[in-house]
């Protein structure tokens, strides 16, 4: 019997998203004409976090619910427990290109999701003689949609969209989001106007397209696949019922000692995962006492075993070092 889950935590690229079934009737959106398929390139810092994320059972499962449901997945848990982390290999492994991200302050607002409107060079181009005919003719050219606003953009495939550390945001930010996640849509004031002066096509450009733009018809942004959204939270702060009944909730624990070594073996040199087990013992046991994240781990073992070629005792190294380098990755 083939596996109900799409996302499977192999690491491996495969089109398994195209066994996705049909959404329910009040979770499927008709934006369009689709645009066609983005060819962008990873970082290669995304790729290799992508490629070694080890995905626990109980988190492939709740992953598949998000995608099977079109619901945003908010993923809490500790720092350094690989949040962000799940979000790049989801779209690794899926095929749904790189990650837009959209890192949230006590500042954010919905309106920074979704898209900015350069009002001030508009104004000087207007002021320019040169320049002001094409001003006030193609708006677009000062518009540029967020990473929200580019994720909604009708797709045949969803893009994957990162909103990290949601509970760092300002206390309204959950419940505006409530209904863009429920419409799958959002309008941009300036292009209905334009579009009400039969301007109702109008090129933007978007969060990682570059100048190439897209078009957006009469200043409405409506999504065909809903973009798989993962909200992260290092469990701040409490967030509104009504924002928590619209998301798959999945909280992840830190690592155990099984599954440090897993990571261990799959980020590290065999030789550093072969001599690994004592001084992951250790760290889990200052970890229960302070804030030490995974990566502490990984960076301490990888500096002793380069360290230790140089003639020091490896163990010694290791005991010294470890809580005492900063996380490389969230």
């Known amino acids: 019997m083939t596996d109900w889950r799409i996302f499977q935590g192999t690491n491996t690229p495969h089109d398994g998203i195209s066994r996705l079934p049909p959404p329910q009737a009040w979770r499927a959106f008709d934006g369009g004409p689709p645009i066609a398929a983005e060819a962008i390139e990873w970082s290669p810092v995304d790729l290799v976090r992508a490629m070694f994320y080890q995905a626990a059972p109980e988190i492939l499962d709740l992953v598949n619910a998000a995608l099977y449901l079109r619901r945003p997945l908010l993923v809490s848990g500790k720092p350094g427990v690989g949040k962000s982390s799940l979000a790049l290999a989801i779209a690794h492994e899926l095929g749904l290109g790189p990650v837009l991200r959209w890192p949230i302050t006590s500042r954010t607002t919905l309106k920074d999701g979704l898209y900015t409107y350069d009002a001030i060079r508009r104004l000087h ?35 994957v969209l990162l909103i990290d550390e949601i509970d760092k945001s300002d206390i309204d930010l959950p419940n505006d989001l409530l209904n863009v996640f429920e419409e799958g849509e959002f309008t941009i004031p300036e292009l209905e106007r334009a579009a009400r002066g039969e301007q109702a096509d109008v090129s933007v450009s978007t969060a990682d397209r570059g100048p190439e733009g897209v078009v957006v018809h009469s200043g409405r942004v409506r999504c065909r696949a809903f973009p798989f959204v993962v909200l ?17 909730h999945l909280q992840i624990p830190p690592p155990d000692h099984d599954e440090l070594m897993r990571i261990v073996e799959a980020r590290l040199d065999p030789e550093i995962s072969a001599e690994a087990a004592a001084l992951v013992t250790t760290f889990l046991r200052r970890r229960d006492a302070s804030d030490l994240a995974t990566d502490h781990l990984l960076n301490a073992l990888y500096l002793t075993f380069h360290a230790a070629r140089g003639g020091g005792d490896r163990e010694q190294l290791a005991q010294q070092l470890l809580g005492h380098l900063p996380p490389t990755a969230p």
């Open 125 to 159: 181009d207007v002021s320019t003689a040169k320049q002001q005919q094409d001003a006030e003719t193609d708006i677009g050219r000062y518009i540029t949609l967020g990473p929200l606003g580019t994720a909604l953009l009708p797709r045949e495939r969803p893009r």
């Open 232 to 248: 992260t939270s290092n469990q701040e702060r409490e967030f509104p019922p009504a924002f928590l009944r619209r998301c798959v």
